[in-house]
C-alpha cells in the first residue's frame, strides 16, 4: 500500500501558490505561449521551484485551466439544474465567451492551440464542452435550439465571438442567440 503523500512545507506552499496565481494572471492576460522562466521571475521564483511543483509547462497549464474549468462545470451544472434547458444552454454559451474574452489562455486552449484541454478536462471531470453539448441536445429537444444546429456550429460561433474585438460583445452574442434558435414559419 502507498503511503500517504506528506504533507507540503509551509514556505513550499506559498510559493506553489504564488506560482499558480501569476500564471493564472499572465495566462489570462497574454496567453499560453509565455515561457516558463517569466512566470518564475514575476512570481518571484526561481524556474526550479516552479519545476519542482509543475514537471512541465503543460502541467502548469493543466494546474491553471483546470481549475477555471471546473468552476465553469459547477456553473453549467447550476445552469442546468436552475433553468429551463434552452435558457441553460444559452447562459452557458454566454458565459463561456465571456469567460474566453476575459481569459485570453483558456481562449486559446478552448480553441485547441497546443494543449489538448478536453482530455485533461475529461480526466479531471470537469470537461466544460461535454456540458455544453448535453446542454445543447436538451434545449434542441426542448425547441429552443434550431435542430439542425450541430456542436462544430456551436464551436465555430464560439471561436468568431472570441475573435472579435469590437465594442460590445454583448451584442454579437445576442445576434449569434437569435440565430440559434429555431426559424417560425
Known amino acids: 500500500m502507498t503511503p500517504p503523500p506528506r504533507p507540503m512545507r509551509a ?11 501569476t ?4 495566462f489570462a492576460a497574454e496567453g499560453l505561449s509565455v515561457p516558463i522562466h517569466e512566470i518564475a521571475r514575476r512570481a518571484g ?22 481549475d477555471r474549468m471546473s468552476q465553469l462545470r459547477r456553473a453549467a451544472d447550476d445552469a442546468a439544474a436552475d433553468h429551463d434547458p434552452g435558457q441553460a444552454f444559452f447562459d452557458v454559451f454566454a458565459r463561456l465567451i ?19 484541454i478536453e482530455a485533461a478536462a ?5 470537461n466544460v464542452s461535454d456540458r455544453l453539448r448535453h446542454l445543447l441536445s436538451d434545449a434542441q ?9 450541430t456542436y462544430a456550429d456551436v464551436k465555430a ?4 465571438c472570441l475573435a472579435y474585438n469590437g465594442p ?17 414559419r
Open 11 to 21: 514556505d513550499a506552499q506559498r510559493n506553489r501558490d504564488q506560482v499558480l496565481r
Open 157 to 160: 460561433m464560439m471561436a468568431g
Open 122 to 126: 475529461t480526466a479531471a471531470d470537469c
Open 45 to 66: 521564483v526561481g524556474t526550479g521551484t516552479v519545476s519542482r511543483h509543475f514537471p512541465t509547462k503543460e502541467s502548469l497549464y493543466a494546474a491553471v485551466l483546470l
Open 98 to 116: 465571456h469567460e474566453g474574452v476575459s481569459h485570453r489562455g483558456l481562449a486559446e486552449a478552448l480553441a485547441g492551440s497546443g494543449y489538448d
Open 23 to 26: 500564471a493564472a494572471e499572465v
Open 168 to 184: 460590445d460583445p454583448d451584442r454579437v452574442i445576442d445576434v449569434i442567440i437569435r440565430g440559434l434558435r429555431p426559424v417560425s
Open 141 to 149: 429537444r426542448a425547441g429552443a435550439v434550431d435542430p439542425a444546429i
